[in-house]
Structure formats: structure tokens, C-alpha cells
């Protein structure tokens, strides 16, 4: 429930609550993730609030995030919606969460070592070893 900024004790300020789920959501790579298993996330946008003295009744926000496996996939997936459903409650406020599961999702490409060096072989017999 948004209101005036000059009763922030009358409201639950979404913003806040975003901000700290993004802030946590950041860490969950460099302190919950083996540095030899790439992810990555990246919150890409934050929509909430015209006026400047209101608080907003919601905010929006939303990102990509990325692994080599589906594990870690599976795993980003769980950790960033706790924190943004715990966010969200520990400043009075609710959160919907939308993973876009409608849309494929892209999994981790993994290269055959095998299929790599015969396509290798096959690129220098017909291009030549300098190209």
C-alpha cells in the first residue's frame, strides 16, 4: 500500500522492499555459487514510482539469469524467488513472481569434445588451417 512520502509509517514502500531483494538476489552468485560453476544474473530493469513525493502502490523489476547446468538453473531459479517472497514480507508488502514459464527455456549448451575435433578436422580440409 503506497501513500504520501511524508508518512512513510503509513505504508509499505515496495521500493525498499525491491531494492533489498535486488541487492540480496546479486549476492547469491559470489556467495552461493562454486567459483568453477558459471552463473550469472542480471536485473535488467526497475519500474515503479512517477511521483515524487508518493510511494508507489508496486514496483516491477525483472532480469535474466544463467548457468552451465541445469542444476544451476534449477537452483537460481529457487534462491531468487525466496528472497523476493522473504523481501517483500519482512517490509509488509506481497510479491508475485513470474519466471516467464510460458517461453522456452534455454538450456546450458554443452559441446561433445568428440563432435568438436571432427568438425575441427572437417573446417581445415576444406578451409585450410588458416582460417
Known amino acids: 500500500r503506497g501513500g504520501h512520502a511524508a508518512m ?6 515496495p521500493i525498499v522492499a525491491a531494492s ?6 546479486q549476492q547469491i552468485v559470489s556467495r552461493e555459487t ?11 530493469f526497475f519500474d515503479g514510482g512517477k511521483g515524487y513525493n508518493v510511494i508507489p502502490n508496486k514496483v516491477r523489476f525483472g532480469g535474466t539469469f544463467r548457468s552451465l547446468t541445469t542444476q544451476g538453473l534449477a537452483q537460481l531459479r529457487k534462491r531468487i524467488k525466496e528472497i523476493i517472497e522473504m523481501q517483500a514480507g ?5 510479491a508475485l ?3 516467464k514459464e510460458e517461453r522456452p527455456e534455454y538450456p546450458p549448451t554443452v559441446n561433445d569434445e568428440k ?3 571432427h568438425i ?8 585450410g588451417a588458416h582460417n
Open 97 to 99: 513472481i513470474d519466471f
Open 8 to 13: 512513510p509509517h503509513m505504508t509499505a514502500d
Open 120 to 127: 575441427k578436422k572437417i573446417g581445415k580440409t576444406l578451409l
Open 115 to 117: 563432435m568438436y575435433n
Open 34 to 44: 562454486d567459483p568453477l560453476d558459471s552463473q550469472v544474473i542480471s536485473v535488467t
Open 20 to 25: 533489498l531483494a535486488i541487492l540480496s538476489i
Open 90 to 94: 519482512v517490509n509488509g508488502c506481497t
